[in-house]
């Protein structure tokens, strides 16, 4: 009997025994769930300007700087900005060899010149090689060939004395008037179509240009009129030059009259 009671008590001291517990029995303690990874940002900006795609993932852990000393530069405070990005950048000087994009070259002149001076109307001017001289006593007329049938282009220049005692735009305008009135005189009919401020004979000048019809004709025309000063040798003059053509040849023919009326000039005698 006594040895049952010893047997319960032993059996009962095992089971209330906390040390005697299987511990690998018991559920595992519950963790906390490791934080993600945070996404880098999609895009990432250099020091040099440039955007580009950022890596998908994390880079990896660079080595430690060597400390920056106070004396060095700081890392990218040099570098040169690219000069497209740059809105303040000048322009770079053009190449002073490079011609001008927007500057046309000078056509070729289509002519060669020759000159006739002549000493009563004290005037020597140039004409294009080939143009022959019409005969008269007061102008002289140098004419285009041309087939027959055809418009001939024509320079008439003459000259006369002013008596005025001081030369005027006013007086000059009635030297003008004048002698429209007796060149388109042939014409058929005519009306003036503008006037402007010239050179011609080396001082302040005036020119006219018109429109005219003789016969099936349209002719277009324009006329120089300037004068020169008076000197101790010799009195002033009144210069007239008078280059027409056929209408639809005027502006081709303009530099040219242009060039005939800037080789007027007077002949001293």
Request: proline share 11%.
């Amino acid at each position: 009997m006594k040895r049952f009671l010893a047997v319960l008590l032993a059996l009962i001291l095992c089971f209330g025994c906390t040390a005697c517990k299987r511990t690998d029995s018991l559920p595992p303690e519950p963790t906390a769930p490791a934080e993600p990874t945070p996404e880098p940002p999609r895009e990432a900006v250099y020091a040099e300007g440039f955007v580009s795609a950022a890596p998908t993932q994390a880079p990896a852990p660079e080595p430690t700087a060597d400390p920056v000393s106070a004396d060095e530069p700081f890392p990218g405070e040099d570098a040169q900005i690219d000069p497209s990005l740059d809105a303040d950048q000048p322009e770079e000087p053009a190449d002073p060899d490079e011609p001008d994009p927007q500057e046309e070259p000078e056509e070729p002149d289509p002519y060669t010149y020759e000159s006739i001076t002549n000493a009563t109307l004290k005037v020597k001017f140039a004409y294009p090689q080939g143009w022959k001289s019409s005969p008269s006593t007061d102008v002289i007329t140098m004419v285009e060939p041309v087939d027959e049938g055809d418009v001939a282009a024509r320079v008439a220049v003459t000259s006369f004395q002013y008596t005025e005692n001081k030369p005027t735009s006013k007086k000059l305008k009635a030297h003008m008037g004048d002698f429209l009135v007796n060149a388109l005189s042939g014409y058929n009919e005519y009306k003036l179509e503008g006037t402007a401020t010239v050179g011609f004979v080396g001082s302040t000048g005036m020119s006219v240009t018109y429109l005219a019809i003789q016969g099936n004709n349209y002719i277009r025309g324009i006329v120089y009129a300037g004068y020169t000063k008076a000197t101790k040798k010799q009195k002033g003059r009144v210069y007239i030059m008078h280059f027409s053509c056929e209408e639809s040849d005027f502006e081709g023919f303009l530099p040219l009259a242009e060039k005939l009326a800037a080789s007027v000039t007077e002949v001293a005698g």
